[in-house]
């Protein structure tokens, strides 16, 4: 799914804890099948109580949900919450136009 977000757009993102980008880079591991991320039970449920938590605030604000992450990290955390939120815009610092006005408001952390 392709977002597009015009010149000068003010846009409210979420945007992972630095904890958080590194343990999904050092878990993920490449198979002949592609990249793999294995994370612990709670580790994942963690995650996904966060970010829905997250989802759910910035639809009652009226907002998109988008969150934005380390370029390496993206495609892998696309994949692990897609199960929870198929229609979040995940995107990498270097895919962000700089016209665009970004503010983070919230943090997506290990509980």
């Given at each position: 799914?392709?977002?597009r977000f015009?010149?000068?757009?003010?846009?409210?993102?979420?945007?992972?804890?630095a904890?958080?980008e590194?343990?999904?880079?050092?878990?993920t591991?490449?198979t002949?099948?592609?990249?793999v991320?294995?994370?612990?039970?709670?580790?994942?449920?963690?995650?996904?109580k966060?970010?829905?938590?997250?989802?759910d605030?910035?639809e009652?604000q009226?907002?998109?949900?988008?969150?934005?992450?380390?370029?390496?990290v993206?495609?892998r955390f696309?994949?692990l919450?897609?199960?929870?939120?198929?229609?979040l815009?995940v995107?990498?610092?270097?895919e962000?136009?700089?016209?665009?006005?970004l503010r983070?408001?919230?943090?997506v952390?290990?509980?």
């Amino acid at each position: 799914m392709e977002h597009r977000f015009l010149a000068g757009e003010d846009v409210s993102v979420m945007a992972l804890d630095a904890k958080l980008e590194q343990l999904i880079a050092e878990k993920t591991r490449r198979t002949e099948a592609g990249a793999v991320t294995v994370l612990e039970p709670a580790q994942l449920q963690s995650i996904f109580k966060s970010t829905k938590e997250i989802i759910d605030r910035m639809e009652m604000q009226g907002k998109r949900s988008v969150a934005l992450t380390a370029p390496v990290v993206r495609p892998r955390f696309k994949k692990l919450v897609e199960q929870i939120a198929p229609n979040l815009a995940v995107l990498s610092y270097a895919e962000v136009d700089q016209s665009l006005e970004l503010r983070i408001e919230n943090i997506v952390r290990l509980t």
